[in-house]
């Protein structure tokens, strides 16, 4: 851990890195025996906030879930590892890729299955933000993750941007005009 010239320490990613697995059972699937979307997205909610919540080391809140692929489906009984690693700090926010594989124990073998970039704030116990340690990117990977962060905040700021001049816009409907049926 480094320390710059304000209080707060600049951090190496490998600090954040968080992995968790998990046992997919029949009660975490659709009727097919595949493992529901939704719950996935909770898995990958949980092990991104671990890596926040170690790079920050304050409570940490999910602001976005920015994109997420299914890759391909995961079964009933399928070993789901699950990898988290912080991509950029800003000023109170923290971006942090999750990779998430299954793993086939007879044979040993792993697939790719998701990956997804969430967006945490953190904040004090009163839930108010508070500024983030820097991160320090040192491989050639590292500095990669850091520079598609900075563009991909870049683009959910323009996208913000977008939104709010279009509800401000005198023809932005709050709600889709109703109809009658004839």
């Excluded at 040993?108 to 991160?135: C, E, I, M, N």
């Amino acid at each position: 851990m480094e320390f710059t010239g304000h209080s707060l320490p600049v951090r190496r990613g490998g600090e954040s890195q968080s992995e968790m697995t998990e046992l997919i059972l029949p009660n975490d699937t659709n009727t097919l025996g595949n493992l529901l979307g939704g719950r996935l997205m909770h898995f990958i909610d949980l092990v991104g906030a671990m890596a926040a919540y170690r790079h920050s080391r304050t409570h940490v809140v999910t602001a976005s879930m920015d994109h997420i692929d299914f890759i391909a489906p995961v079964h009933v009984g399928d070993l789901l590892i699950l990898k988290s690693l912080l991509n950029r700090a800003f000023n109170t926010s923290m971006e942090v890729g999750v990779k998430v594989w299954v793993e086939n124990t007879i044979v040993g073998t792993h697939r790719h299955v998701a990956s997804a970039y969430l967006t945490f704030v953190a904040v004090d116990s009163q839930g108010r933000s508070v500024p983030v340690p820097k991160l320090l990117p040192e491989t050639e990977e590292e500095i990669r993750r850091y520079e598609d962060a900075g563009r991909r905040r870049e683009n959910r700021q323009r996208e913000h941007e977008r939104r709010m001049a279009s509800k401000s816009s005198p023809n932005h409907q709050t709600t889709p005009p109703l109809t009658q049926a004839k």
